[in-house]
Structure formats: structure tokens, C-alpha cells
């Protein structure tokens, strides 16, 4: 027969272990994730990089192959200031992601429009696959996320947040927008400890 102590009451959770891990514990270490996101703000620029660095290399493709001056120095030269320019036009973003209430809350701000849900219907009808409503109007909730999830730059008023956001490009909006969920919905389990890592603490004798 199973001694029942006589402290315990019916419907009663038993009483934690001495030392034991509390709720309270957990909860105060809980740290939401943080992604930092480099923008750069002169986007044309940023733009010219690939194709200068393309021309570079045809460049040193011919100097190589003709006795002549060589043309390639003018244009590492060239990329060299895009960079520079490019790197003093970045701007640092960091996103940390809301709670789940908080993100449901929001996420019910921004109801799928009616165009949206036929889109998502024509496309999965062309699939062949059964059609499911959107989770929201992206249009409306990517700002409303990156807003609500911007740490840094401190953002002074909605007004002020929202006339940035009309500056971007798409890319620049893909950016924070795509960062944003990630932050939001991503797994948190770093996974099995890098063997890399334990491989060169041993080589230096360390563990």
C-alpha cells in the first residue's frame, strides 16, 4: 500500500524538492533572440560593387594577356572608394524578437486582404494543392514587426518610423523584414557542441 504524507491534500501539487529548479528560474533567464542587421543605406552604390569587382577581374583577364598598361589598379582603386562609401553608409539594426502574445497581437492587426486571399486560392488551385488563407497582409505586418522588434536605432514616435520605412528599397525592406521573422520564428537549439571548437581547445591542451 502507498503511504500517502499526511500533509498532502487532493488536488494539491506536491511539494518541490529541496534545491530544485523553480519556474521563477527559468523565467528570469529567458533571453528572447537578438539578430543584428547591417543596412546599407546608400543602396546605388552597394549596387555598383558586383559589377566593379566583375570588371576587375576581366580587367586583370586582359593585363595578363597584352603588353600594354594595365587597366586593373584604376579599378581596385575604384572599388576600393565604393566600398569605403558604401561602409560609411551603414547602418546597424537590432531586431529582438516580441513574445508570443505579443506577436499574435499583432499578427491580428494585419488580416489577410480579400485580393490576397484569391491570390493564395488561384495559386494553390494551380498546384493542385488545397487552398489555405494567408496569415496576414505582409504589406501591413512587416513594418508593424520590424517596428515592434527594433531595438536599435531608438525610433522617437510611429510617425517618424513610418517615413523611414517609405524611403526603402525593396531590398532594404526584404532585409529587415526577412530578419524579422527569422528572429521571430526561429529555432533556438543551438544543437550538438561544434566539433571544430572542441577539436582546437584540445589542440592547445584545453577542454
Same mark, same amino acid.
Given at each position: 500500500?502507498?503511504?500517502?504524507?499526511?500533509?498532502?491534500?487532493?488536488?494539491?501539487?506536491?511539494?518541490?524538492?529541496?534545491?530544485?529548479?523553480?519556474?521563477?528560474?527559468?523565467?528570469?533567464?529567458?533571453?528572447?533572440?537578438?539578430?543584428?542587421?547591417?543596412?546599407?543605406?546608400?543602396?546605388?552604390?552597394?549596387?555598383?560593387?558586383?559589377?566593379?569587382? =566583375?570588371?576587375?577581374?576581366?580587367?586583370?583577364?586582359?593585363?595578363?594577356?597584352?603588353?600594354?598598361?594595365?587597366?586593373?589598379?584604376?579599378?581596385?582603386?575604384?572599388?576600393?572608394?565604393?566600398?569605403?562609401?558604401?561602409?560609411?553608409?551603414?547602418?546597424?539594426?537590432?531586431?529582438?524578437?516580441?513574445?508570443?502574445?505579443?506577436? *499574435?497581437?499583432?499578427?491580428?492587426?494585419?488580416?489577410?486582404?480579400?485580393? *490576397?486571399?484569391?491570390?493564395?486560392?488561384?495559386?494553390?488551385?494551380?498546384?493542385?494543392?488545397?487552398?489555405?488563407?494567408?496569415?496576414?497582409?505582409?504589406?501591413?505586418?512587416?513594418?508593424?514587426?520590424?517596428?515592434?522588434?527594433?531595438?536599435?536605432?531608438?525610433?522617437?514616435?510611429? =510617425?517618424?518610423?513610418?517615413?523611414?520605412?517609405?524611403?526603402?528599397?525593396?531590398?532594404?525592406?526584404?532585409?529587415?523584414?526577412?530578419?524579422?521573422?527569422?528572429?521571430?520564428?526561429?529555432?533556438?537549439?543551438?544543437?550538438?557542441?561544434?566539433?571544430?571548437?572542441?577539436?582546437?581547445? *584540445?589542440?592547445?591542451?584545453?577542454?
Amino acid at each position: 500500500m502507498t503511504t500517502v504524507p499526511e500533509t498532502f491534500q487532493p488536488g494539491q501539487a506536491p511539494a518541490p524538492a529541496a534545491g530544485a529548479l523553480s519556474l521563477a528560474d527559468v523565467t528570469a533567464r529567458i533571453q528572447r533572440p537578438r539578430e543584428r542587421v547591417p543596412l546599407y543605406l546608400d543602396a546605388e552604390t552597394a549596387s555598383q560593387i558586383a559589377d566593379t569587382e =566583375e570588371a576587375l577581374k576581366r580587367a586583370r583577364e586582359y593585363d595578363e594577356l597584352h603588353n600594354e598598361p594595365d587597366t586593373a589598379p584604376a579599378i581596385a582603386r575604384h572599388l576600393r572608394e565604393l566600398e569605403e562609401r558604401a561602409e560609411a553608409s551603414k547602418a546597424v539594426f537590432v531586431l529582438q524578437a516580441v513574445t508570443h502574445r505579443a506577436y *499574435q497581437r499583432l499578427r491580428a492587426k494585419c488580416p489577410p486582404t480579400e485580393a *490576397q486571399i484569391e491570390q493564395a486560392a488561384k495559386l494553390a488551385e494551380a498546384r493542385g494543392e488545397q487552398a489555405g488563407e494567408p496569415a496576414f497582409d505582409p504589406d501591413a505586418f512587416a513594418p508593424l514587426l520590424v517596428r515592434h522588434q527594433m531595438l536599435e536605432p531608438v525610433v522617437s514616435s510611429d =510617425e517618424e518610423f513610418e517615413s523611414f520605412w517609405e524611403q526603402l528599397n525593396d531590398g532594404q525592406l526584404n532585409q529587415l523584414w526577412s530578419t524579422a521573422l527569422t528572429v521571430q520564428l526561429g529555432v533556438t537549439d543551438p544543437g550538438p557542441k561544434s566539433e571544430l571548437a572542441s577539436e582546437t581547445l *584540445q589542440s592547445f591542451g584545453l577542454s
